[in-house]
């Protein structure tokens, strides 16, 4: 299983008192494969914006052959093996944790509004509904997912965050500390030409959650989430070669008054945790490469270590390294 993350300086309006000095960090990598991790930013500043390329690379999670007891399923309920000879049921997600989860943006739902701390409804209204449209440009845009340009995310995003972004989407490879430079494994993006969606469903599950913080005497809303996707996916042309991948997303998007915003209640996504589990470990292009059963890999793939982790259940924390899961 894969871990990615990111980072980049933000900034609160200059009209409200300090520095946020908080260093939302972040990171995991998981490979069942499990595949890419998120990475915190750096705390928004009242200094002049800029925006850093320093993220944890993004390693993956090795899959186990163990048979898998979910925390969404019973426990005498078992992954269904995937029959090698044939391609995909007509269902590729029966007999999964995700066979009755609902499908693309049926499956996020938004908390009832109300007040929070000193925010009203409408504003958590529009937090929870701002928030679930970056989860759909991230997570289902179709263009996305099949490594074309993320302009449905990046137009999401506030000017310093979209600078940023827009910046490392070309970029690959990592410094010399091992973080990534590119910023497109911040979204779900298959490497283009690799891999071909089964179907138009999208599986999703999840959870989001709305507070009040407050950094260094400026108040926020925050909204927490901690959502799941999983895709049935093949080579092209390769039915017999089919899986499914398992993302993880556990995303903080902060509203609050954000220096060069067009408003003073807008988002700044905090990637701080997110995985990939089903992916290739050790890639630094920052696409998805699925770790296709037969498929011969990158050929300098980590060795995946450790107690294997279920990429079904919510609120799990990959390590860092490569990681074993217990199936997709």
Known sequence: MRVRGGKADWQYRSG?????????AALLTTSGCTGSSGVPRAAPTTQTAQA???????PGIGLSNAPVNSAFASPTTKIAPRNPLTG??????AGTPAEHWGDGTAGIHLPAARPIGTFTTAQVEFAYTTTRKLLVAAYLDRSTLLGGRPTAFADLLISQERTWFVAGLTKTGVDKKGDELGTRDLVMSFAPGGTQLIGSAVKVHGTMRAKTATRDGNRMLD????YLF???VQPPHQPTEWMRIVAQNSWTVMFGNWQGAATPFEPWVDFDNFSVAGAQCG???GYVHPDYPH????????????TPVDPYALGGSAGPGCEATTGT
């Open 88 to 93: 995909p049921p007509a269902d590729p997600f």
């Open 283 to 285: 890639t630094t292009d």
């Open 16 to 24: 409200l008192a300090g520095a946020i000095g908080v260093a939302i």
């Open 223 to 226: 909204v927490d989430i901690d």
């Open 295 to 306: 498929g011969s890999g990158n050929g300098t793939q980590p060795t995946p270590s450790g």
């Open 230 to 232: 999983v895709y049935a």
């Open 52 to 58: 850093t390329e320093a993220r944890t690379s993004s």
